[in-house]
């Protein structure tokens, strides 16, 4: 049985193989199980030293089995890993990818620029009260901004907000001066989308209030802005405007970053491009919301994040913002 059975296992290289040479010598009708048998028709005396012969014989080939056994699943653990084997020093394929949106890595680039000047980041609700939107800015009922086709309603009291002044409005409710802040965020109007006009964007709002704060200090801080958002050349150029909530109020113009004041298409050759709203804090804005204009000035200013980001990528339809095609957003990883 011995030679037998070594010659049998000699063959066996699977699992299989080691299954049948189990059954063929261990398993219920197994050489060893028929021997075991056998020992009943042997006289009695001889029975204890044919049984222990029997014993040994078994544990023999029992603890051979054994050692084939671990051999062969050692065996196939090691083909498998050789079969699935990773080079993890490969680098990954990384080709898919995600990457800040445009306006997003814009409106961080303006966070930084301010958060260097020493403030803060506000934030507000996209829906907004109208009194908040409006009332509180100073914008009269029946102003032509507050029309039907100007600005998005859900009742006479809330609204889709049309700027990021309201949360002005919210930060001096909450705190007294000094405030240094500014408000990204988005902002909606009923407009008709083209290439230069659509119903969401986003806006930049900044606002100081504090003691002695001047014109002088609006355009130092827009000078600051200009230059480190469009390069050091920049120069502004304030034109006289009107904004409820201001007072007095200008748009401002940056020299184009194009032709730098020669004229070209960007600018319509004018040399210069507009890019903001501003003025000083409207007396009446600060009362609405128990600051005293006594003690405190100051100033506020707008900011369109999809024109900046249009001007810095050279980007000439503000509708690729919000189309989501690949092609367009996988030029700014
Ligand atoms: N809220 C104004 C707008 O949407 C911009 C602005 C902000 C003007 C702050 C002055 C001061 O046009």
Request: aromatic share 8%; net charge negative.
């Amino acid at each position: 049985i011995s030679a037998k059975y070594f010659e049998k296992a000699q063959t066996v290289n699977d699992q299989a193989g080691l299954e049948s040479l189990r059954l063929a010598f261990f398993g219920k009708n197994g050489d060893i199980k028929q021997l075991q048998k056998s020992l009943s028709t042997l006289a009695a005396e001889l029975r204890p030293q044919f049984g222990q012969a029997i014993n040994e014989l078994r544990s023999k080939l029992e603890s051979n089995f054994e050692e084939l056994k671990v051999r062969l699943e050692a065996e196939a653990h090691r083909r498998q890993q050789a079969s699935e084997r990773i080079d993890i020093t490969l680098p990954p394929h990384a080709e898919h990818l995600g990457s800040l949106h445009p306006i997003s890595k814009t409106i961080m680039e303006m966070e930084r620029i301010f958060i260097g000047l020493g403030y803060k980041i506000a934030e507000g609700p996209e829906i907004e009260w109208v009194k908040n939107n409006f009332d509180l800015l100073n914008i009269p009922e029946g102003h032509p901004s507050r029309e039907l086709s100007d600005t998005y309603y859900l009742d006479d009291k809330i609204c889709l907000r049309t700027q990021t002044s309201p949360v002005q409005i919210r930060v001096m409710q909450a705190q007294q001066p000094p405030i240094y802040i500014i408000c990204p965020g988005k902002v909606y109007r009923p407009d008709t989308a083209d290439a230069t006009h659509s119903p969401l964007f986003h806006q930049i709002e900044g606002l100081v209030v504090d003691k002695g704060i001047s014109m002088s200090n609006l355009v130092g801080t827009l000078k600051h802005l200009a230059k480190a958002l469009f390069g050091e050349n920049t120069e502004i150029r304030l034109r006289p405007h009107h904004f409820p909530f201001t007072e007095p109020s200008c748009e401002v113009d940056v020299t184009c970053w194009k032709c730098h004041g020669s004229g070209c298409p960007t600018c319509k050759n004018e040399g210069f491009v507009e890019v903001l709203g501003a003025g000083m804090v409207h007396p009446q804005v600060l009362r609405n919301c128990n600051i005293d204009p006594e003690v405190y000035s100051g100033f506020a200013f707008g900011i369109g994040a999809e024109r900046v980001c249009m001007a810095h990528y050279d980007i000439s339809d503000i509708r690729y913002f919000s189309e989501n095609n690949l092609r367009f957003l996988e030029q700014f990883k």
